[in-house]
């Protein structure tokens, strides 16, 4: 599947992170015959499946840091010691898989209790940072990279019954498996709680890293099964926003269109919706903006007014982003060519924000 697909239909993965470090005896540091030896601090759902797939690769995981996850390190990487963070970080590898806000400062306290040491390579996974909170590693003679997995890994726990979904709370022992298609995102129990772990092959990283540490942060996601991105520092922000804005947004867009369906009567929504979204997906990433159709890029202002009343009066809360979305794409389909500016205008009238109204 081209990296696009996999970016529009997927969320950015999110983590909780707790206070108490779950300690263990350390144990002696043994090189593998055909890989690194590798840390990783924060096993929650992507560190857990890059250490798995890691192992899998041929790499020994010699420790790894943990919150509330001693379950799943136990299920996913049975005997492998569970260490405060400054005790795990002895690897050749260190992959530090913590959330956003917690990094910088992790990082910081690393560094300044010793726990780096020269030739290793240290990297994180978050999406929307760079080098910049990996400073103080390189400063102990590291090498250092970012490499974000451009993948979503969604908790699925063993369901009560049949057919039953992934829990939302990031904190629970559930086995780790990523939901890797359109048919997932509708109906995600079909994933099983059993899917595998190891889920990157084919997985687009994007990775930022100077090039003193390309060579090693290319091999890493390539013993991942994955294929490197570049992306540049300066750029690390608008990247992460395109993917969140892509595929977190998705998300709500889908269920929204699920719930007023189920409002509407339907018993099947997922059914209803699967073809047309996938073939809606396929054709947008093939064909860009030509793909637009659909009563807002025909101009069609009667049917779009008729959408607003109905919403209005079913779910006043998916009005908003109704409306939004309709005028980006009658911005879109007028800069393409497919809705000539003057049979936009009534639809515009409708669609644009009540603050714009005259």
């Known amino acids: 599947m081209r990296v696009g697909a996999r970016l529009a239909i997927l969320m950015i993965d999110r983590y909780l992170l707790g206070k108490d470090w779950i300690i263990m005896s350390a144990p002696p540091r043994v090189h593998p015959r055909n890989g690194e030896t590798v840390s990783v601090i924060g096993a929650g759902r992507v560190g857990t499946a890059l250490a798995v797939a890691l192992a899998a690769a041929g790499h020994e995981i ?3 840091s943990t919150v509330s996850n001693r379950d799943r390190v136990g299920r996913l990487l049975p005997g492998t010691p569970v260490l405060p963070p400054d005790e795990a970080a002895t690897g050749d590898l260190v992959i530090i898989a913590v959330p956003d806000d917690v990094l910088a400062g992790l990082v910081r306290g690393l560094a300044a209790a010793g726990a780096f ?10 999406g929307a940072h760079g080098l910049e909170p990996l400073r103080p590693a390189e400063q102990r003679g590291t090498l250092i990279a970012a490499v ?10 063993a369901p009560a019954s049949a057919g039953a979904g992934p829990r939302a709370s990031a904190a629970s022992p559930s086995l780790v498996a990523p939901v890797a298609s359109l048919p997932a995102l509708l109906s995600p129990g079909d994933a099983g709680p059993g899917a595998e ?3 990157t092959e084919d997985v687009t990283f994007g990775v930022t890293a100077e090039k003193a540490a390309r060579r090693r942060a290319a091999k ?9 991105e570049w992306i540049a520092e300066r750029d690390r922000t608008l990247y992460h926003a395109a993917l969140a804005h892509g595929a977190n947004h ?11 369906l189920r409002d509407a009567g339907v018993d099947n929504p997922e059914r209803v919706l699967r073809p047309l979204l996938q073939a809606a997906l396929d054709n947008s990433l093939a064909l860009g903006d030509a793909a637009l159709t659909g009563p807002v890029s025909r101009g069609d202002a009667g049917t779009v007014a008729g959408h607003l009343a109905a919403l ?8 908003p982003p109704y409306l939004a979305l309709a005028r980006r794409t009658a911005d879109r389909a ?25």
């Open 312 to 319: 209005g009066a079913t779910a006043p809360g998916s009005v």
């Open 148 to 157: 974000h997995p451009v993948m979503t890994f969604t908790e699925f726990d």
């Open 220 to 228: 890493l996601v390539t013993d991942l099964g994955g294929i490197p």
């Open 197 to 199: 772990a190891t889920r």
């Open 250 to 260: 998705l998300v709500t867009l889908v269920n929204e269109a699920r719930d007023r």
């Open 334 to 358: 007028i800069a393409a060519g497919r809705l000539r500016p003057a049979d936009a205008v009534p639809l515009l009238e409708i669609v644009q924000a009540p603050r714009e109204r005259v």
């Open 117 to 126: 040491r020269p030739g290793q390579l240290v990297v994180h996974t978050s």
């Open 62 to 64: 010699v420790a790894v």
